[in-house]
Nanobody, 121 residues
């Protein structure tokens, strides 16, 4: 199971961090991803990280502003968001899958419940 947390209200230009805690002993064997879904829009890929944390991949819309990381000892994946924009407002979801650096929702088997990030202008 995945439990995302850290959502909230942030001003444009600010920073905010999300966490996703996983239960179970196999977290370190999964590639992890973050997705987001804005009202009326489809769920979109944000960032992904390999099982060992050595490689990451980002959507063009967040590249250079967001950083995904993980701590396998704590069974947790993080998303640090900097220089936030109003268009980053969405429900953010973490997901676990077996395909490294996957970018589509269908490639992830397990999902957290989502946490809302609202960026005010």
């Amino acid at each position: 199971q995945l439990q995302a947390s850290g959502g909230g209200l942030v001003q444009a230009g600010g920073s905010h961090g999300l966490s996703c805690a996983a239960s179970g002993r196999t977290f370190s064997t999964y590639s992890m991803g973050w997705f987001r879904q804005a009202p009326g829009k489809e769920r979109e890929f944000v960032a992904a990280i390999t099982w060992d944390g050595d490689n990451t991949y980002y959507a063009d819309s967040v590249k250079g502003r967001f950083t995904i990381s993980r701590d396998n000892a704590k069974n947790t994946v993080y998303l640090q968001m900097n220089k936030l924009k109003p268009e980053d407002t969405a429900v953010y979801y973490c997901a676990a899958g077996r395909t490294n650096l996957a970018t589509t929702p269908a490639q992830y088997a397990d999902w957290g419940q989502g946490t809302l990030v609202t960026v005010s202008s």
